[in-house]
């Protein structure tokens, strides 16, 4: 790979970078304020719309910085549920990294591939919708693996009223947002 190419891949990186920092920090105080119950969680889109446009490598780089986000947000910012997604609070262990990292690794990973299988009109809003049910369907799966048993099993009470709310926001904005996006970037790539 010459020095030119990997330049070009940092500054893709960074740039999507800068733009999850953005929604992260925007979207924490705007749901803070947000009346209803619903929060959806829309870092993972930058990480979605950059493994199409940009490939599993950067997607993947993108999906692991997302879970760097997780560990650290949830180390600072404490809340009832910090510990799983931080192995460094109390109840927190090794299995937090792996809820945090793992699924946000593949959100960089599976919607790639998903595009590619079916560019089609509507590739694009699969892709979407796919990378929000990896993050939904492995970050849920593991905490109910892992931490199901916590607090004598209340916690499946919370991933019950997360699968019917945010997990469906989150598919919806996905797919909307991918669609737009993904064929004008492509576009503008070549």
Known sequence: MNQQHKSSQVAIVAIFFAVMLLIHFLS??????????IKPTLVHIPVIIASIVYGPRIGATLGGLMGAI??????????????????????????????????????????????KLFSLR?????????GSL??????????????????????????????STNALAEVIISAIITQILVPRLLTFKQ
Do not use: C, D, Q
Request: net charge positive.
């Open 28 to 37: 924490s105080f705007v749901f803070m304020l947000w009346p209803v119950p």
């Open 70 to 115: 997780s560990v650290i947000n949830s180390t600072i910012v404490l809340l009832p549920t910090s510990y799983l997604f931080s192995p460094f609070v109390e109840h927190g262990n090794i299995y937090s990294l792996v809820i945090a990292i793992v699924p946000r690794v593949l959100i960089g990973i599976l919607p790639y591939y998903t595009y």
């Open 122 to 130: 509507f590739g694009a809003m699969l892709s979407g919708i796919v």
């Open 134 to 163: 990896t993050n939904t369907v492995f970050v849920l799966s593991g905490i109910f693996i892992f931490f199901g048993s916590v607090f004598n099993g209340s916690i499946k009470a919370l991933l019950t009223a997360i699968i």
